[in-house]
C-alpha cells in the first residue's frame, strides 16, 4: 500500500483515506492533513464537506475539480498548531504545502482556521502568508 500523501508515515488508508471515506477527524491538524490529501487525490466532495457551512456555497465545484486535477503533491510540513485538541472547538494550523501545479512548483504557507460545526471538524479560512 501506498505511504498517504500528507507526510505521515501510515498508509493511505489507514491515515487520511479512511477521513476521506467517512471517518470524523480528531483534531484540527487531522483534518488539515487529509484536506491536504483531498487536493492531490480530487476528492471535492470531501474538501466541500469539510468546509463551514458559511464558506461553502462560496466554492465553484467545477472550477475546484479542474484545479486538483493540476496538482501533484510534494510534501506537506505542519509549523504550528494551537488548540485544535479533541476537546477543542477551535484551532489553528499554519502550514506549508508544497505542490506542483500545471508542470510548475508553488509553495503554499498558511494559517487555517478550523472549528467544530455539528461534531465535526471543519475549515473556515486561511490566511495565506
Do not use: H, N
Not at 43 to 51: E, F, H, I, R, S
Not at 72 to 97: H, K, N, W, Y
Amino acid at each position: 500500500m501506498p505511504r498517504c500523501p500528507c507526510g505521515l508515515p501510515d498508509e493511505f488508508d489507514a491515515c487520511c483515506g479512511r477521513l476521506i471515506a467517512g471517518a470524523p477527524a480528531e483534531t484540527a491538524e487531522q483534518l488539515m492533513r487529509s484536506r491536504y490529501t483531498a487536493y492531490i487525490k480530487g476528492a471535492v466532495d470531501y474538501l466541500l464537506k469539510t468546509t463551514a457551512a458559511v464558506s461553502r456555497g462560496a466554492i465553484d465545484r467545477a472550477g475546484l475539480v479542474a484545479y486538483c486535477r493540476t496538482l501533484r503533491g510534494v510534501s506537506l510540513e505542519i509549523v504550528e498548531t494551537v488548540a485544535g485538541g479533541p476537546f477543542d472547538q477551535r484551532g489553528v494550523v499554519v502550514f506549508v504545502a508544497t505542490l506542483q501545479s500545471a508542470g510548475s512548483k508553488v509553495v503554499q504557507r498558511e494559517r487555517s482556521r478550523f472549528e467544530v460545526e455539528d461534531g465535526r471538524w471543519v475549515y473556515v479560512d486561511g490566511e495565506v502568508r
